[in-house]
T-cell receptor, first 114, second 112 residues
Framework: GAVVSQHPSRVICKSGTSVKIECRSL??????MFWYRQFPKQSLMLMATSNEGSKATYEQGVEKDKFLINHASLTLSTLTVTSAHPEDSSFYIC??????????FGPGTRLLVL | LAKTTQPISMDSYEGQEVNITCSHN???????ITWYQQFPSQGPRFIIQ???TKVTNEVASLFIPADRKSSTLSLPRVSLSDTAVYYC?????????????FGAGTRLAVHP
């Protein structure tokens, strides 16, 4: 149990376009979902926390207008990178948690902006 | 949020037991300790979680002393496939929502 999926697994886009990444909890309802970003050889950096039906809470330094997060249901959260630029190229990972239970992570999405 | 400190890297050989210790001196009363494993280009995988004393599952054991200011992840008889980065995290499981802030982790290399 406790499976989290992400789609797509990798995406390449042109600079200036927007990219949407989906995160789904497949076998449980996730009241809270988290989005992380990870650059090569570095640790995961928390970007934002989203609770179903409410606005996301962003970490300091993360632009909320650039990284749009929607958590419309208990099994789906989306991260949209708007007007992507090469410096946004990274590995984006989501996690989901049901209530106060353990966080389970998705497989990640590799974004490359040309 | 409690900060954790782990060794940056460790080396071991196949078949050996590996113990990775994590310090969390500022752990709060209701904080749990969770360990994750991450392979390159994959999301972290949950290994084990505990609050105090000893927890054991099919892949690892977690030892937590009485003062809870540290914890030790024990991997019995490691294999080459255990080469990965291991993260120790402390988070509040009981009250309010919490967020997991990752430290640098421990890069474990298992050699033949």
């Amino acid at each position: 149990g406790a499976v989290v999926s992400q789609h797509p697994s990798r995406v390449i886009c042109k600079s200036g376009t927007s990219v949407k990444i989906e995160c789904r909890s497949l076998d449980f309802q996730a009241t809270t979902m988290f989005w992380y970003r990870q650059f090569p050889k570095q640790s995961l950096m928390l970007m934002a926390t989203s609770n179903e039906g409410s606005k996301a809470t962003y970490e300091q330094g993360v632009e909320k207008d650039k990284f749009l997060i929607n958590h419309a249901s208990l099994t789906l959260s989306t991260l949209t990178v708007t007007s992507a630029h090469p410096e946004d190229s990274s590995f984006y990972i989501c996690s989901a948690r049901a209530g106060q239970e353990t966080q389970y992570f998705g497989p990640g999405t590799r974004l490359l902006v040309l | 949020l409690a900060k954790t400190t782990q060794p940056i890297s460790m080396d071991s050989y196949e078949g050996q037991e590996v113990n990775i210790t994590c310090s969390h001196n500022n752990i709060a009363t209701n904080d749990y300790i969770t360990w994750y494993q991450q392979f390159p280009s994959q999301g972290p995988r949950f290994i084990i979680q505990g609050y105090k004393t000893k927890v054991t599952n099919e892949v690892a054991s977690l030892f937590i002393p009485a003062d809870r200011k540290s914890s030790t992840l024990s991997l019995p008889r490691v294999s080459l496939s255990d080469t990965a980065v291991y993260y120790c995290l402390v988070g509040d499981r009981l009250g309010g929502y919490n967020k997991l802030i990752f430290g640098a982790g421990t890069r474990l290399a298992v050699h033949p």
